[in-house]
């Protein structure tokens, strides 16, 4: 008797026409990401005045995004338009923990990231003090010890089943390879991994955004006060509220989905939402590794100084220390970064007045101007 006999058949895979839709979103979110994120990296190491302790952490994101893009996001798309895994219940192991451990390391930077500028604005005197190498080494360790926990571990253990046994390895037979999620292990996982950073980061926002308005209202009374100009242009809030909402807004579209459907599944079974709708949510947070790299770059005015010499450099061919700012060789009196006795950002937050408007400026994390975004 064929021992896969009474074992139920995968799903059928699309049709072809949908098939080709749907890959080539797949292959452009994919490329987008790993564009992305070597732009990135790419743009810190040329540029001297993007080495800083803030943009440390971005690459590491970047990075962690990068290895998603090439170890992660091809197999699921595979998976995704064949609903069948031809390769093996360790390899389909492999991936979905390298899965799990490198979008728990993706969060959990964007969470270190948020705690970063959180310090850079409220204790500015105090910044270099705080953040320092040693520190934010440990954090990425740890990070990455919290990724490999809630990975590697619990799925080559069968910890996350409701039995014993490690998922996908039951019978040879099934082409499936999934996550599976029992009630502890959904629950552990979802609050590690996004609730807990989810109200840390929104309250770190929430008090940026609250210092941004208190600093935008005091340089727009210091200008009323002092000019004799008879409209004067004021500052706004609006530019760092908006910036905010969307690092924030982003992120939560993104996972919130995803980790609500993974809760759900813990508790009320590992087969309770499958098909297109876990498709969906899956893809959502992966499109949040593509995001990052816009939200936490071209957000930030030097980042995107270094984009562009990055673009005209691959334009004319030029050499690499061609593709270097010129600025970074002389010091800015306000964007630089002023080192201290230790190498470090000794004035993460500072405030100016260029042409008539205030700056708000903290570590390149917040620009508030009169200028629209």
């Not at 910036?243 to 590992?270: E, H, K, Q, S």
């Not at 930030?300 to 060789?329: E, I, M």
């Amino acid at each position: 008797m064929d021992p896969c006999h009474n074992l139920t058949s995968p799903p059928e895979p699309m049709e072809f026409h949908l098939q080709v839709l749907v890959g080539s979103f797949l292959a452009i979110l994919i490329m987008f990401t790993l564009c992305g994120n070597i732009v990135v990296c790419l743009a810190v190491t040329f540029d001297r005045r993007l080495r800083s302790l803030t943009n440390c952490i971005i690459v590491s994101l970047a990075i962690t995004d990068l290895l998603l893009s090439l170890l992660v996001l091809p197999f699921s798309a595979f998976y995704e338009l064949t609903h069948e895994w031809p390769f093996g219940s360790t390899l389909c192991n492999i991936y979905i923990s390298l899965d799990v451990m490198l979008c728990t390391a993706s969060i959990l930077n964007l969470l270190m990231i948020s705690l970063d500028r959180y310090f850079a604005v409220t204790t500015p005197l105090r910044y270099s003090q705080l953040v320092t190498p040693s520190r934010v080494t440990v954090g990425l360790v740890i990070i990455w010890a919290v990724s490999l926990m809630v990975s590697f571990l619990p799925i080559h253990l069968g910890w996350n089943t409701d039995g014993t046994a490690v998922q996908n390895t039951a019978s040879n037979c099934s082409k499936e390879c999934k996550l599976e999620v029992n009630p502890v292990y959904g629950l552990v996982d979802s609050l590690l991994t996004f609730y807990i950073p989810l109200v840390i980061m929104c309250i770190t926002y929430y008090r940026i955004f609250k210092i941004a308005r208190e600093q935008a209202k005091r340089i727009n009374h210091t200008w009323c006060c002092s000019s004799n100009t008879p409209m004067p242009p004021i500052v706004k809030e609006h530019k760092a509220t908006v910036t905010l909402a969307v690092v924030l807004g982003a992120f939560i579209v993104c996972w919130f989905p995803y980790f609500t459907v993974f809760t759900y599944r813990g508790m009320w079974g590992d087969s309770s939402v499958k098909g297109t709708p876990m498709s969906i949510v899956l893809w959502l947070g992966y499109a949040n590794s593509a995001l990052n790299p816009i939200l936490y770059g071209t957000l930030n005015r030097d980042f995107r100084v270094a984009y562009q010499h990055l673009l005209h450099c691959w334009k004319t061919g030029g050499p690499q220390g061609s593709c270097l700012p010129s600025l970074r060789k002389a010091q800015p009196r306000g964007r630089g970064c002023q080192q201290g006795p230790a190498g470090q950002e000794s004035k993460p937050l500072r405030l100016e007045m260029r042409n008539g408007k205030g700056i708000l400026l903290a570590d390149g994390a917040l620009e508030s101007t009169g200028a629209s975004p």
